[in-house]
């Protein structure tokens, strides 16, 4: 199975911290992924960035307390990760992604 695909390519850091924001339930700030992740701050502020810039992830301003960040999964991000799983199961089976399907509901991964 080929892993080449026209979808950027991210650290693992980004990586972890994309799928940490996708799979874990909000709200997510960089101290609670840092604390999540076991990383500084800084290096979860510098993968934010790049992430943002990709808009894979957004930020929001927390109205109660001014200092504090949210962030938030867009669906670009959430686009990009379903392409990756699906690499990453046509890897694991042997598979081209052509032989990878979606069978969900009828609805096809064209428009992702």
Request: glycine share 6%; hydrophobic share 45%.
């Amino acid at each position: 199975a080929s892993v080449r695909s026209d979808a950027p390519d991210l650290t693992a850091r980004q990586q972890a911290i994309l799928m940490t924001i996708a799979l874990t339930p909000g709200p997510h700030t960089v101290r609670g992924l840092a604390e999540h992740l076991n990383i500084a701050k800084p290096a979860v502020t510098r993968a934010l960035d790049a992430l943002a810039r990709l808009d894979f992830i957004r930020r929001i301003k927390d109205d109660t307390d001014l200092r504090n960040i949210f962030i938030e999964r867009t669906p670009a991000g959430m686009a990009y990760l379903r392409t990756f799983s699906g690499l990453v199961l046509a890897a694991a089976s042997g598979k081209d992604d052509s032989q990878l399907a979606p069978k969900r509901s009828g609805k096809t991964n064209a428009a992702a």
